[in-house]
């Protein structure tokens, strides 16, 4: 057996024990995470039962979840769930590229920095239902202008993001990639890259949840399927165990979402020695 067999063996079986404690410590959180909106629902059905309260308003989970089963026997809550997903990815698609192109051209080129950033912060502090009647007039009420809203609410924060990562960079990496005489292609790659891509991957998420936030207002622009439009359907029917449904099926989809998303960056910073691990 050669000694690289041994070292890897070794490293193998003292990897093990790390990988059941990080699934524990998974299982554990995942628990922990669970006991409140649990405890809460708990409690409210207790208190509906108890006749403490009315539930007319706020209705109990009880009524929430048979809402959500109906929905989902029906197939009616998966083409919600599926028309918004696609509005909020494509949105984000369109949007986190523009985001990241937009901030490390204008942290990179001052001059650019100077004649677009200011334009772009004033834009930053329009709301977000302002835009709506001027897409509609654009693109129309087709799914056009509920994209282009999405992409609008998921492009700041991610440009505000890596902006801010690019300028952030401490200059005394940068002086040692000229000490080593770096080209500027792989200064980029080996030191620019991984100072900015921790920050810029928490504008993703940011931009993500904006997305989730922006396709509520997107929906309202004439969709016919959506869960923003079942908030719609149920408001206009006084259904608040519908508009409960829906809000608990935005919360479920969007942490979906993002954990799909810090699943996917997380091998890229891997080589991350934080605090957090240890507290």
Same mark, same amino acid.
């Given at each position: 057996?050669?000694?690289?067999?041994?070292?890897?063996?070794?490293?193998?079986?003292?990897?093990?024990?790390?990988?059941?404690?990080?699934?524990?410590?998974?299982?554990?959180?995942?628990?922990?995470?669970?006991?409140?909106?649990?405890?809460?629902?708990?409690?409210?059905?207790?208190?509906?039962?108890?006749?403490?309260?009315?539930?007319?308003?706020?209705?109990?989970?009880?009524?929430?979840?048979?809402?959500?089963?109906?929905?989902?026997?029906?197939?009616?809550? *998966?083409?919600?769930?599926?028309?918004?997903?696609?509005?909020?990815?494509?949105?984000?698609?369109?949007?986190?590229?523009?985001?990241?192109?937009?901030?490390?051209?204008?942290?990179?080129?001052?001059?650019?920095?100077?004649?677009?950033?200011?334009?772009?912060?004033?834009?930053?502090?329009?709301?977000?239902?302002? *835009?709506?009647?001027?897409?509609?007039?654009?693109?129309?009420?087709?799914?056009?202008?509920?994209?282009?809203?999405?992409?609008?609410?998921?492009?700041?924060?991610?440009?505000?993001?890596?902006?801010?990562?690019?300028?952030?960079?401490?200059?005394?990496?940068?002086?040692?990639?000229?000490?080593?005489?770096?080209?500027?292609?792989?200064?980029?790659?080996?030191?620019?890259?991984?100072?900015?891509?921790?920050?810029?991957?928490?504008?993703?998420?940011?931009? %993500?949840?904006?997305?989730?936030?922006?396709v509520v207002a997107a929906e309202l622009m004439g969709a016919s399927e959506g869960l923003g439009?079942?908030?719609?359907?149920?408001?206009?029917?006084?259904?608040?165990?519908?508009?409960?449904?829906a809000i608990i099926s935005f919360a479920v989809v969007?942490?979906?979402?993002?954990?799909?998303?810090?699943?996917?960056?997380?091998?890229?910073?891997? *080589?991350?020695?934080?605090?957090?691990?240890? %507290?």
């Amino acid at each position: 057996m050669s000694v690289t067999t041994v070292l890897s063996q070794d490293s193998e079986a003292k990897a093990a024990p790390a990988r059941r404690t990080a699934a524990l410590g998974g299982a554990t959180r995942l628990s922990l995470g669970l006991l409140l909106p649990l405890g809460l629902a708990l409690g409210w059905e207790i208190a509906v039962a108890a006749g403490l309260a009315s539930g007319r308003l706020l209705p109990p989970p009880s009524r929430i979840g048979a809402a959500l089963w109906t929905l989902a026997a029906s197939g009616e809550l *998966w083409t919600h769930v599926e028309a918004t997903l696609i509005r909020v990815g494509l949105g984000f698609a369109f949007g986190a590229s523009a985001g990241i192109l937009a901030g490390a051209l204008t942290a990179t080129l001052p001059p650019l920095r100077w004649l677009v950033d200011p334009s772009l912060q004033a834009l930053r502090a329009v709301p977000s239902l302002a *835009w709506v009647p001027l897409f509609i007039l654009w693109f129309g009420i087709l799914e056009t202008p509920k994209v282009a809203l999405i992409a609008v609410g998921v492009f700041f924060p991610v440009y505000i993001g890596v902006a801010g990562a690019i300028a952030s960079v401490d200059r005394k990496l940068v002086e040692v990639g000229r000490i080593f005489r770096l080209s500027k292609l792989a200064l980029a790659r080996r030191i620019l890259l991984p100072a900015v891509l921790p920050a810029t991957l928490t504008a993703l998420r940011t931009g %993500l949840g904006l997305g989730f936030l922006f396709v509520v207002a997107a929906e309202l622009m004439g969709a016919s399927e959506g869960l923003g439009y079942l908030l719609l359907d149920g408001q206009q029917f006084s259904k608040p165990d519908q508009i409960l449904a829906a809000i608990i099926s935005f919360a479920v989809v969007g942490k979906a979402g993002d954990a799909v998303l810090v699943a996917l960056s997380r091998p890229l910073v891997r *080589w991350q020695d934080t605090a957090r691990e240890t %507290l």
